[in-house]
């Protein structure tokens, strides 16, 4: 038994016309999908026979990762598409399709996994009391939707159909409980070190989301007023990455082990210096050293500085961190960021050292001075600085390719009204 293609690599496309390349195109994905389905068949016939077993993996889902190198989430996914689409045994009984009519539309090679994957989680919705005949019919319609349209077509009509569901159910018995809301997030780390995350949120939840989001996301104008450039998606995740930075600092966050939940970056006197092996943050995710410097300004991270000999030379906990009423001092002092322009409050932002603790910068109000995270990150890695003037208050500095004479300047955002003194 094979599968061939009708197409080989190498085929001289620079010879076919425009209609050609378009229908090859079709063609190759309906040949991709089919095989895709073909694969589920045989995961479902191993299930059957616990062929993963007799190869001493738990199971189908480990023999795919393993088999094939892809990661846990996908095998997961190729496992439960299989399962959802063919009949399989489990021990002495016949477990059919509960996918029937998706599965008769991924054989045709008419819809892709993650038409299914859309289908199927819909389908983990419908409440258990919905009988069996209603519930294909559901599945019938959105396999059908799913052969002519996007996934994210059929997620809506999901969503649509859910509710009208819970509505019908309500009706017919309004003493049963609501089922609890239905979330799920799943994150992976990719080659890059980035954190690669999927989920979904009830409508609560997302509404919520969307209004913490929003305002952190709009764009904002630089210190001269010149139009922030980040594309949507990179300010909604630098929006993010904030509200997670404000959330590590919130005073009733949940303890883990006796502690609240810190970063930890161990550093070798040579790291300091720009030498050797990168940094570690939390001891296996390297960083560039001058990542590590402004990740350790603030007191969400804890550094240790280690010997050559791996021995941890300074935790510099204690000393190094700002205490609760000096934050308290410094909210009062700077009001919120103390970049020019910015708007962020108090509450936002980072407490940064501006000489740093590797270089013996003490955790004095003098010494520190409140900035938002996209501000800090400025600071540390441009040639903007911050010292404190003569009044006691921080001004910046601007980079000479910004203005040549770096006339210090201040944020007003905060600054009190001036009486009147007409
Ligand atoms: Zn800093
Ligand atoms: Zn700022």
Redesign the pocket.
Known sequence: MSISLPFAPGAPWQRADRTALVTALCETETLIRQAQAVQGELLAEMQSRGVPQTFGYADVEAVVKDVIHCDRPEAKARVRRALACHEYTEGTHRVPASAPATATAYAEGAIGPRHIDSILRTLAEIPGTVPEEERLGYEKILADLARESPPAAVDRAGRHLLARIDQDHLARDPAEPPPPPARELNWAWNQDRQLCFAGRLDAVSGALFEKLLSPLAKPRPGPDGERDTRPADQRHGDAFAELLDHTQRAADLPTEAGEKPALLVTMSFDHLRGRRELPLLNGDIPVPVNEA??LA??ARVIPAVLGTSGEVLDLGRETRLATTPQRRALGLRDRGCVFPGCTRPSNWC?A??IV?WIHGGPSDLDNMVL?CGMH?RV??HSEWEIRMADDGMPECIPPPWLDPARTPRRNHTFAPIAPDSG
């Open positions: 410097r402004l300004c603030d980072q940064h050292h740093d900035l800090h600071i540390h």
